[in-house]
């Protein structure tokens, strides 16, 4: 660099120094990152880092329950249609999306922003701990004021384990809602679910065949007279 660009110079290493702590990190933290057309996070043996690095989101609106209270809502959420590995085994975040992933909303607005975008990703890893229910557990603690949690305002759930995770801190947090929309209708969500966590089978999956529509589900809908004429037939 010329003199008169020391300054850019001096920038430069210190880029160059940060990439090389973050790639530092990665390897300490057992995490192998890939460059490809979306990027693949492939975490060896399941070791993450033990740092709690979930991040909560607060719900949009205040809802009024039947008796006059309200449900204040705090949202967990993950990166939305999202491939990875995770001990050799191929998933994505939304395993039973099917035509929703050209037009999801966890693709647009604020949602692929850098510092949202990482969040998720934090989150995702931070799913993955042997230590997550304990951690989800103490930030939902950290929020008091909070009584409704919304699981996934992105990404769904990835897995069986992943599944009863969620069920064990609603487990531990009788006080509190929970709540989740999923397309993941070939996970066993029925069995041994907390009476505080609400399930709503999303139509419009690749597992619509095994919705109950005797429970709880959702649909949307191209048109005001599209959903009339679903309620009348």
């Not at 070939?186 to 429970?215: A, C, E, H, R």
Request: proline share 3%; hydrophobic share 35%.
């Amino acid at each position: 660099f010329p003199s008169h660009d020391r300054n850019m110079k001096q920038w430069c290493f210190h880029v160059c120094a940060m990439v090389h702590q973050i790639l530092t990190d990665a390897l300490k933290q057992n995490i192998h990152i890939q460059k490809t057309k979306r990027i693949c996070v492939t975490y060896k043996h399941g070791k993450v880092s033990e740092e709690t690095m979930i991040s909560l989101s607060q719900g949009n609106a205040k809802l009024s329950k039947p008796n006059g209270t309200e449900y204040k809502i705090i949202g967990f959420g993950i990166p939305a249609d999202f491939d990875f590995t995770l001990n050799g085994e191929s998933y994505n975040t939304c395993r039973g999306a099917c035509a929703c992933k050209g037009v999801c909303y966890a693709k647009q607005g604020r949602y692929p922003m850098p510092n949202v975008r990482d969040a998720r990703l934090r989150n995702l890893e931070a799913s993955m701990s042997s230590n997550f229910v304990t951690e989800m557990v103490e930030a939902l603690k950290s929020k008091p004021s909070y009584n409704t949690v919304r699981v996934h305002d992105s990404g769904d759930f990835y897995f069986e384990q992943y599944l009863q995770k969620w069920y064990d801190i609603a487990r531990k947090m009788p006080q509190k809602y929970f709540y989740a929309y999923t397309k993941a209708l070939d996970l066993d969500i029925w069995t041994d679910k907390p009476s505080n966590f609400q399930i709503v089978q999303s139509l419009g999956g690749v597992f619509d065949n095994l919705v109950n529509l005797d429970l709880s589900h959702s649909r949307i809908f191209s048109s005001d007279e599209a959903r009339d004429n679903a309620w009348v037939s």
